[in-house]
């Protein structure tokens, strides 16, 4: 089922566009969340100015970046393997350097670089501007490390290099960090406290997205619905700021309001958002623009008050349930999908069963369901056992993701007969014959091509389903 796997995990080669002049080649992969995916953009331009065009092709490269997860082992495990294959090549070619960004990066720090030596230089996510005296530290025959924190970094000044892109979607960063100390995460370590970008800056990076011919938009952030801009500065530090900072701050729904009325004709989606901090304001603002994507990613992690509290997560299982009556009712056609973690330290069977009742209530659109994993550092790494047995952890993971599966066709076979808006945004990857676009609530549809192309908004009959695609055939194009 397409978008129950955990794609999370899954590394991408990416392209960047290339200037004739540079003679130094990049390759540069990204795993993990779509923060780090937009951050590998930010590289790219750095690396751009820098003489470096890209190369799909490992052996051909002067410099290899892998831009890096925390978040879970298994994510961890997969980079090491590609370390392994990058210093395969470097042996070969010795003048090869490699490098480690990202939030593995700063938690492995001196480790990877100074312990292991499998790297040559190690770059935290607030330090990619420090790459040009990085790299010169390195061609001097030194070692190169900086994963410091930034106070203020947002990159709101560097326009990103669209990577591997179809011209179609784009990701706009407009936080950093994250305040929420939720005991299983290491990202508010690896990435710092929360601060927001100047939403000028993001509107102009909108409407330079749309003059080249994009027709989506994500705004990103660890947490979007705590974006705050009241003249710069770290979220935590709003109450000291002056009235007329107050009086003049920029929330999230407000933003949201301003990108959906400076492009009235491109697509709006945001991601990530927190059930604590998901406001009415937003919702309702969802509501009043069509073209505001009616989706959102709200992670519940688990439906147990008990194991909420242990993974400090500040949300009960009945305010969840509020909030998605809430959604329901303001937006009743938008779809919600969810994280959700199996095997959380001391989780017992009525733990679980309580996950999957909450499951039953929201019969979720799609989801990304894990077993735990302990990550050093974090407060459950520190202060609790990894008591549930791997055994009952896969078991647990099973019963979600087979109860997701038939929540999701559920969802699917709900458009049954109707007709929905697709954007266009590559070819069927089962058949050239097809095009593949999303709907508005993010979920994947698949007709015959005819005379569309990639960036068209076209109405679509659905006339079949899988639990994660809907099929159907194109009847006419949208209007805008």
Known sequence: MEKIIDESQQGTSLVLEQKTENTRKLFIESYGCSMNFSDSEIVAAILLKEGYNTTQ??????????????????AEQTVRKRLEKYNAVKRINPKMKVGVLGCMAERLKSKLLEEEKIVDLVVGPDAYKDLPNLLSEVEDGRDAINVLLSKDETYGDISPVR????????????????DNMCTFCVVPFTRGRERSRDPQSILEEVNDLWSKGYKEITLLGQNV?????????????????????????????????????????????FSTSN?????????????????ICDHIHLPVQS???????????????????????????ILPTCAISHDIIAGFPTETEQDHQDTLSLMEYVKYSFGYMFTYSERPGTLAARKMVDDVPEEVKKRRLDDI?????????????????????????????????????????????????????????????VTDCTSATLIGEAIDYALD
């Open 57 to 74: 092709n490992l052996e051909d490269a002067d410099l290899v970046l892998v831009n890096t997860c925390s978040i879970r082992d298994k």
């Open 163 to 178: 990577l591997n892109s179809n011209g179609v979607s784009a990701f706009v960063s407009i936080t950093r960090g994250c």
């Open 225 to 269: 619905d705590s974006y705050l801009w009241y003249g710069g500065g770290l979220k935590k530090d709003f109450e000291k700021a002056s009235d007329i900072q107050k009086a003049t701050a920029v929330n999230f729904a407000h933003l949201l309001e301003l990108c959906a009325k400076t492009q009235p004709k491109m697509r709006i989606r």
């Open 275 to 291: 059930p604590q901090d998901l406001t009415l304001d937003v919702i309702e603002t969802m509501a009043k623009y069509k073209n």
């Open 303 to 329: 439906g147990s008050n008990r194991i909420l509290m242990e993974m400090n997560r500040l949300h009960t299982r009945e305010e969840y349930f509020e909030l998605i009556d809430n959604i329901r009712r």
């Open 401 to 461: 993701v087979q109860l997701q599966r038939q929540h999701s066709e559920i969802r699917t076979r709900a458009y049954l007969n109707s007709t929905v808006e697709v954007l266009i945004e590559r070819e069927s990857k089962k058949s050239k014959h097809e095009w593949s676009g999303r709907t508005s609530q993010n979920t994947v549809t698949v007709f015959p091509k005819e005379h569309y192309k990639i960036g068209d908004l076209v109405n679509v009959k």
